[in-house]
């Protein structure tokens, strides 16, 4: 695999975590979608519109495709194939004639409909589940990138199946350091609010590759369509409001 091919995916990853929150998590329920062909989603960055932005192409209320775009251009392609009424297969294709590779994402799901393991270019593991069936811990590969980046999450939830406490454990100069963020929701499952603590002395915000900076306290506020599905996302950091994200839904 050549530099360019892993700088590329190492970007993507970064903002496909920042996309897929948004994408593969609708927060609305598959019955609302079903008249919904495709999703339009425009990204903003301190309130200007970003360059980035995503097609979503939806099939009986469950995504199908979506499309990554820089400017007007189509950057990569992600399909999505489905195994049962919970977990999907995930597959990320970069644009051929430009990298000519493919990355495979998949799932290995128990018998019992339970994910124990996510496969990427970096493997996670789930366990400890509760009695929501979701798992409460989730441990990732020995090397000294996922050690990096966190080699173990231990998650909390509420009734609603929602995150409301992440523990994130790194490894830095073999030194074990930890990032907690707490989540607060609305009434339709969408983050209204969040605040981080760290183990070690960090300065807010905090700069992160191919997203928006992290702040101690942020909050978020929406615009709901007659479906209660939100079409536009406000942030709020320091008192100050910017537009944050469009989704256009067409038929």
């Given at each position: 695999?050549?530099?360019?091919?892993?700088?590329?995916?190492?970007?993507?990853?970064?903002?496909?975590?920042?996309?897929?929150?948004?994408?593969?998590?609708?927060?609305?329920?598959?019955?609302?979608?079903?008249?919904?062909?495709?999703?339009?989603?425009?990204?903003?960055?301190?309130?200007?519109?970003?360059?980035?932005?995503?097609?979503?192409?939806?099939?009986?209320?469950?995504?199908?495709?979506?499309?990554?775009?820089?400017?007007?251009?189509?950057?990569?392609?992600?399909?999505?194939?489905?195994?049962?009424?919970?977990?999907?297969?995930?597959?990320?294709?970069?644009?051929?004639?430009?990298?000519?590779?493919?990355?495979?994402?998949?799932?290995?799901?128990?018998?019992?409909?339970?994910?124990?393991?996510?496969?990427?270019?970096?493997?996670?593991?789930?366990?400890?589940?509760?009695?929501?069936?979701?798992?409460e811990t989730?441990?990732?590969?020995?090397?000294?990138?996922?050690?990096?980046?966190?080699?173990?999450?231990?998650?909390?939830?509420?009734?609603?199946?929602?995150?409301?406490?992440?523990?994130?454990?790194?490894?830095?100069?073999?030194?074990?350091?930890?990032?907690?963020?707490?989540?607060?929701?609305?009434?339709?499952?969408?983050?209204?609010?969040?605040?981080?603590?760290?183990?070690?002395?960090?300065?807010?915000?905090?700069?992160?590759?191919?997203?928006?900076?992290?702040?101690?306290?942020?909050?978020?506020?929406?615009?709901?369509?007659?479906?209660?599905i939100w079409?536009?996302?406000?942030?709020?950091?320091?008192?100050?409001?910017?537009?944050?994200?469009?989704?256009?839904?067409?038929?």
């Amino acid at each position: 695999m050549s530099q360019r091919l892993i700088l590329l995916i190492l970007i993507n990853l970064f903002t496909f975590n920042l996309i897929f929150s948004q994408t593969s998590k609708l927060n609305a329920s598959i019955n609302s979608l079903k008249k919904y062909k495709e999703i339009e989603i425009l990204n903003y960055s301190y309130g200007k519109k970003s360059h980035w932005s995503q097609r979503v192409f939806l099939e009986n209320g469950r995504i199908r495709r979506v499309n990554h775009f820089n400017k007007s251009k189509l950057i990569s392609t992600d399909d999505y194939y489905y195994e049962n009424k919970k977990f999907k297969i995930k597959k990320f294709s970069l644009i051929k004639e430009e990298i000519g590779d493919t990355i495979n994402f998949s799932y290995c799901i128990t018998a019992k409909g339970e994910l124990i393991e996510y496969n990427t270019v970096i493997e996670e593991y789930f366990s400890d589940y509760n009695t929501l069936k979701l798992p409460e811990t989730i441990t990732s590969g020995t090397t000294s990138f996922d050690s990096l980046i966190g080699f173990k999450t231990k998650l909390e939830y509420d009734i609603k199946s929602n995150i409301i406490k992440e523990k994130v454990y790194s490894k830095i100069d073999n030194k074990i350091i930890t990032n907690t963020t707490q989540f607060i929701y609305d009434e339709f499952n969408n983050v209204i609010e969040l605040n981080r603590e760290a183990s070690y002395k960090i300065e807010y915000p905090s700069i992160i590759l191919g997203g928006l900076p992290h702040y101690k306290n942020e909050k978020f506020e929406y615009v709901y369509n007659e479906d209660n599905i939100w079409i536009k996302k406000y942030w709020i950091v320091n008192n100050k409001k910017y537009l944050y994200q469009k989704r256009k839904f067409r038929k």
